[in-house]
């Protein structure tokens, strides 16, 4: 089956700080990739996503490219804030099946 | 505002009582889900309807039954509520799986002591 693996957390960065998030996944055929945020007390929000090989995604600063040859999609951001201070889960999509596969999250803490 | 709303946020059950928790979503998505998340767990899938009329097992189905009422809604019912049910439980939809992505709710806490 689907699976995702991500960095464990918290990972903790001062601001202004350059942020990278591992996520690597296994899937058959050719997966979308997802990344969410969760802020505290709210439910996910999708952040970005890219649906074939060598797509970019970004928002807000955040960048994540899909590498098929590493089955990678790392999340980046040149300088993180403390809004920024959330919970970013990498998730797969495989088209047509309707049960997504998620990473555990990343605790991403950023202070002052 | 468009989106998926649930209620309610919060519930403390005891041990044995029953209850719904509601979802309902608004921009005409075909595919609705329910899911728990539990600290070190992350989500885990208990149930989803990949179009009205349709309801399907997810990975923790156990002790949780569902209703796809129509289009809009799809509830989440705990007949017997147990400790072991105590976590944060999201509704979320789809338009397309496997392209656009999850709209989630704002979660509803439910503790059973």
């Known amino acids: 089956g689907n699976s995702v693996t991500q960095m464990e957390g918290p990972v903790t960065l001062s601001e202004e700080a350059f942020l990278t998030i591992n996520c690597t996944y296994t899937?058959?055929?050719?997966?979308?990739l997802f990344w969410y945020v969760q802020y505290p007390g709210e439910g996910l929000q999708l952040l970005l996503k890219?649906?074939?090989?060598?797509d970019k995604g970004s928002n807000k600063g955040f960048e994540a490219t899909y590498r098929k040859e590493t089955t990678s999609f790392h999340l980046e951001k040149g300088s993180v804030q403390v809004s920024d201070s959330a919970v970013y889960f990498c998730?797969?999509?495989?088209?047509?099946?309707?049960?997504?596969?998620f990473g555990r999250g990343t605790s991403l803490i950023v202070h002052p | 505002n468009a989106g998926v709303t649930q209620t309610p946020k919060f519930q403390v059950l005891k041990t044995g009582q029953s209850m719904t928790l509601q979802c309902a979503q608004d921009?005409?998505?075909?595919?609705m889900y329910w899911y728990r998340q539990d600290p070190g767990m992350g989500l885990r899938l208990i149930y989803y309807?990949?179009?009205?009329?349709?309801?399907d097992k997810g990975e923790v189905p156990n002790g949780y039954n569902v209703s796809r009422l129509n289009k809009r809604e799809f509830s989440l019912r705990l007949e017997s509520a147990a400790p072991s049910q105590t976590s944060v439980y999201f509704c979320?939809?789809?338009?397309?799986?496997?392209?656009?992505?999850?709209?989630f709710g704002s979660g509803t806490r439910l503790t059973v002591v």
């Open positions: 979320a939809s789809s338009e397309i799986p496997g392209q656009g992505g999850y709209t």
């Open positions: 899937a058959t055929g050719y997966p979308s």
């Open positions: 890219a649906t074939k090989a060598d």
């Open positions: 998730a797969t999509e495989a088209g047509g099946s309707y049960i997504p596969t």
């Open positions: 921009m005409n998505h075909n595919s």
């Open positions: 309807s990949a179009s009205e009329g349709t309801t």
